[in-house]
Structures are given as structure tokens and as C-alpha cells.
């Protein structure tokens, strides 16, 4: 794809950014040439401002392995072996891995990201599509991920999770903000976030579930160990622990939000160690239930 002067300027770039390129190539470039210019000439935010004015191409590339401070690539990309980034790595479309992923600073990626290991970033992880790591997944900053969310390992942010499928995570699921997730929520181990944790269907945890704020599902909740929360807890349908269920103090916990009340004793259960004293509602199948 050739880019001209004309179609440049009508982006309105900032008068930097223009006067590099007329610097550069006068009347016209290629795009993902000017792309790797900008990124060699330490401009990566006027690489990344481009590529959000012209859009990802069909571009594909294939290479052994990637080690570069930066990279802001418009098509697909995949790498036979590692990847080692410095400050940045974009891709506009694919990124595929078959080993290891580390990016000491952002990674983005327009549609889906797949490794066969890892993934690392120190900074923001954000995904149009779906992210999938066969190992673990660590971001500095905060997640967003455009579809399905699945991690083989451990799952750890930095900042707020936020992903618009379903989350799976083999291991343990550890958020230092709050987690939204539009479908269902699924760890191996324990979920553990700072902030509050929302999910539109269910949510099942192998250990333990604790969240700072409120917690929610629009479906059932499920934990191998205790539930607490900072807030209130709030089941469409049923809510069981292996242990304790507590809400945050002045809090209540609420199930079968979205169940009939006549349909309670199969559809909005209660089960845990102790009968929490800030039930609000549901059908209680505890001990000393009666």
C-alpha cells in the first residue's frame, strides 16, 4: 500500500509527524516501510498513530525468531521461536508464537494472539480477538481481550481485566483491580481481585474466590474454598463454597436474582461450611438446613 502527501495530510497529523514524512518521502511511501521508519527513527507513537488511521493489512510475515526494542506491524505475524520486545510490540492483525512472548513494555494486537508458551508484558495487554497462552500470562498493566481469554498457567495482572468471552485459566487468577467479564469465568486454582468482579454467566473456582469490592455473576457461583468479598455477593442462580461465604461489612448476599422464587429449592442453592448470617436471599441446603 502507497501512502501520498495528500492522504497524510488529510489525517490532519500533527506538524511533527508531517514534516518528518515530506522529510523522508517527499510525495509518497510505502506503508509498512514508513511504519519501520518511524519505529528506527524512535517515533513509535506517530508508527502507532498510523496504523490506526490506515488500518491492518493482509500482510503476512514469517520469521525464525524476533528480538527488537520496538515493532508496529500492520498485517499478521508469526514466529517460529521466541519473541523478546523491548518498549513495544503492535501487530494490526494475527500474532502467532510458537515458544515464548516477553514485551518489556506495551503489547496490542488487532485480532487474535495465540503462543505456545508464555506470554510477559510489563505494560498494557490488549487483544481484539482471542488470547491464548499455553503457559502463564502476566501483564504489568491492565488486559482487554475482544473474545475468548485462555491461559494454561497462572493468569496475573497488574491493573483491571477485561475480556468480552469466556475466561479460562488452568491455574490461578490473580487481578490487582477489578475483573468484568461478559460471559463466564473459569479457574483451575484460586480467583483472587482487588477491585470488584463481574461476570455475565457463571463463575467456578478450583480454591478460593476473593474480591476487594463487589461480586457478581448473572449465572451461578462456585468455589472449591471460601467466597469473600468486599462488597455485596450477588448469584443469578445458585451460590456454593467449600468453606465460608462472607460479604464486606453492612453488605448482603443475594441468590437466585434471576430465578422464580417457586423454582429456588433447584435453581438458587445455598451451600457453604456455616450459614452466613447476611443471607438475603436463596434456598439454604447447608448444614442445619433442616
Known amino acids: 500500500m502507497q501512502l501520498t502527501k495528500s492522504l497524510i495530510k488529510a489525517k490532519r497529523p500533527c506538524n511533527q509527524g508531517f514534516r518528518w514524512f515530506i522529510r523522508h518521502y517527499a510525495e509518497h511511501g510505502h506503508y509498512q516501510e514508513m ?24 500482510e503476512i510475515r514469517v520469521v525464525d525468531a524476533l528480538d527488537a526494542d520496538a515493532l508496529v506491524f500492520a498485517g499478521s505475524l508469526k514466529v ?10 503492535r501487530v494490526g492483525r494475527h500474532l502467532r508464537v510458537s515458544r515464548g512472548l516477553r514485551v518489556d513494555g506495551d503489547l496490542i494486537v488487532g ?47 497488574g491493573a483491571s481485566l477485561e475480556a468480552a468471552g469466556h475466561v479460562s485459566v488452568g491455574l490461578d487468577l490473580e487481578v490487582t483491580a477489578g475483573i468484568a467479564c461478559a460471559r463466564g469465568l473459569q479457574a483451575g486454582g484460586r480467583i483472587a481481585a482487588g477491585g470488584g468482579l463481574r461476570a455475565g ?90
Open 35 to 58: 511504519l519501520d521508519a518511524l519505529v528506527a527513527d524512535g517515533r513509535s507513537n506517530d508508527a502507532c498513530w498510523l496504523l490506526d488511521q490506515f488500518g491492518p493489512t493482509d
Open 80 to 89: 517460529l521461536g521466541d519473541i523478546e520486545a523491548g518498549s513495544l510490540l
Open 111 to 157: 485480532e487474535d494472539l495465540r503462543s505456545d508458551g508464555g506470554i510477559r508484558c510489563t505494560g498494557k495487554l490488549a487483544v481484539g480477538g482471542e488470547l491464548r497462552a499455553d503457559w502463564s500470562i502476566d501483564a504489568g498493566g491492565p488486559l482487554h481481550c475482544g473474545g475468548r481469554l485462555r491461559a494454561g498457567g497462572d493468569l496475573r495482572c
Open 201 to 290: 454467566q457463571g463463575i467456578l473456582a478450583g480454591g478460593a474466590i476473593a474480591v476487594g469490592q463487589h461480586l457478581e455473576a448473572g449465572w451461578g457461583i462456585r468455589a472449591g474454598e471460601e467466597i469473600v468479598a468486599g462488597g455485596s455477593i450477588r448469584a443469578g442462580e445458585s451460590l456454593s463454597a467449600g468453606g465460608t461465604i462472607r460479604a464486606g461489612d453492612g453488605y448482603g448476599i443475594f441468590a437466585g436474582l434471576d430465578v422464580a422464587l417457586a423454582d429456588w429449592a433447584q435453581s438458587a442453592r445455598v451451600s457453604a461450611a456455616v450459614h452466613p448470617p447476611d443471607l438475603i436471599s436463596g434456598h439454604w441446603t447447608g448444614p442445619a438446613a433442616g
